[in-house]
């Protein structure tokens, strides 16, 4: 009689996405649909610093102009509390690019962004 063997499943890769669009939420659901990605949502940055307090995500997925701030601005923050912590900036406004890569993001994408391209990005984040 052989013994089962248990095979250990990965633990999901965390990624926080601070985002107050519905829809925006949505479409990163489905683009991000993997057995192995976790997905958490919050829609401000109160809530963001809240979560971070008890998770450590791989990856935030931070939109720009959202209702108790700007998330160029909470960067900062991010990346003095959090170092390891990757951030991707999504934006509708293309100006924010440039403060966003200054104040610390790993990468930027303007809204609408190519799926396939987003994707990627964070298949190389999580390894």
Do not use: C, W
């Not at 996405?17 to 659901?29: P, Q, S």
């Amino acid at each position: 009689m052989t013994t089962p063997v248990k095979i250990k499943k990965a633990a999901a890769k965390k990624i926080l996405v601070v985002e107050d669009d519905g829809e925006i939420a949505l479409v990163l659901d489905m683009v991000l649909q993997d057995g192995n990605i976790q997905l958490d949502y919050v829609n401000n940055l109160l809530a963001a610093d809240e979560y971070l307090q008890q998770q450590q995500p791989a990856v935030i997925i931070l939109d720009n102009k959202l209702p108790d701030g700007f998330g160029v601005d909470f960067i900062i923050y991010l990346k003095k509390k959090y170092p390891a912590v990757k951030i991707i900036m999504i934006s509708g406004l293309g100006a924010a690019r440039d403060v966003a890569l200054e104040n610390g993001a790993d990468l930027f994408f303007e809204k609408p962004f190519p799926l396939e391209e987003f994707h990627e990005a964070i298949n190389g984040f999580l390894g």
